[in-house]
């Protein structure tokens, strides 16, 4: 069982940075892929960003490409997503998730096992 925690959203005017950080329990953390999904009110929850368990395998969204940027601390068992240049479409409810399978960076839903609570990101503009 893994427990993960999200830190580190707030409210920032467009064009601004945010770092969420997501802080996991248990030995496992290195063994397993992170991702990053993000849910809109009245919208479907979508995938940002995932990392695999080396670091070596990255996906990223389209909408945010080159702006985002994920990365991972195994030593200290947490997963980060750095938001540069940030837009009013990227205001969401900020999901970090891990997946058992961790050799890949999967961008289903479906391939993750555990999920955080959730950080709110707002962006004015």
């Known amino acids: 069982q893994v427990q993960l925690v999200e830190s580190g959203g707030g409210l920032v005017q467009a064009g601004g940075s945010l770092r969420l950080a997501c802080a996991a329990s248990g030995r496992t953390f290195s063994s397993y892929a992170m991702g990053w999904f993000r849910q809109a009110p009245g919208k479907e929850r979508e995938f940002v960003a995932a990392i695999n368990w080396s670091g070596g395998r990255i996906n990223y969204a389209d909408s945010v490409k080159g702006r985002f940027t994920i990365s991972r601390d195994n030593a200290k068992s947490t997963a980060y997503l750095q938001m540069n240049s940030l837009k009013p479409e990227d205001t969401a409810v900020y999901y970090c998730?891990?997946?058992?399978?961790?050799?890949?960076?999967?961008?289903?839903?479906?391939?993750?096992?555990?999920w955080g609570q959730g950080t709110q990101v707002t962006v004015s503009s």
């Open positions: 998730a891990a997946d058992r399978g961790g050799s890949y960076a999967d961008t289903r839903r479906s391939a993750y096992d555990y």
